[in-house]
């Protein structure tokens, strides 16, 4: 059973720094699309960034473009998102996702497709 936990959210000034952590357990290696996606209150859950594993493939969404960066480490098997010059609207929950997309879906930004879920950790920034 894969379990995703994300850790490293909190409170920040507008302009600060975060970075988000997804530590993966009982992962699939099949497993080769792994992301971050964040949800605000009202709204719909939007892709922030993904990764493809195996074939190295990114998405940003344009709003973080340039000011967010994920990363990945395998072992232990880590999913990171960095997070600079934060904003306002950047406040959300953030989860992480991971799942048995092609390379094509998973650098789409569509949450669609994932199998495995974290729980989320929230970001929130203050202006």
């Known amino acids: 059973q894969v379990q995703l936990q994300e850790s490293g959210g909190g409170s920040v000034q507008s302009g600060g720094s975060l970075r988000l952590s997804c530590s993966a357990s009982?992962?699939?290696?099949?497993?080769?699309?792994m992301g971050w996606f964040r949800q605000a209150p009202g709204k719909e859950r939007e892709g922030v960034a993904t990764?493809?594993?195996?074939?190295?493939?990114?998405y940003y969404a344009d709003s973080v473009q340039g000011r967010f960066t994920i990363s990945r480490d395998t072992a232990p098997n880590t999913l990171y998102l960095h997070m600079n010059n934060l904003k306002s609207e950047d406040t959300a929950m953030y989860y992480c996702?991971?799942?048995?997309?092609?390379?094509?879906?998973?650098?789409?930004?569509?949450?669609?497709?994932?199998?495995?879920w974290g729980l989320g950790t929230q970001v929130t920034v203050s202006s």
């Open positions: 996702a991971a799942g048995q997309l092609t390379p094509a879906a998973c650098i789409s930004g569509s949450p669609m497709g994932y199998d495995y």
């Open positions: 009982g992962y699939s290696s099949s497993r080769h699309c």
């Open positions: 990764l493809h594993t195996l074939y190295g493939g990114r």
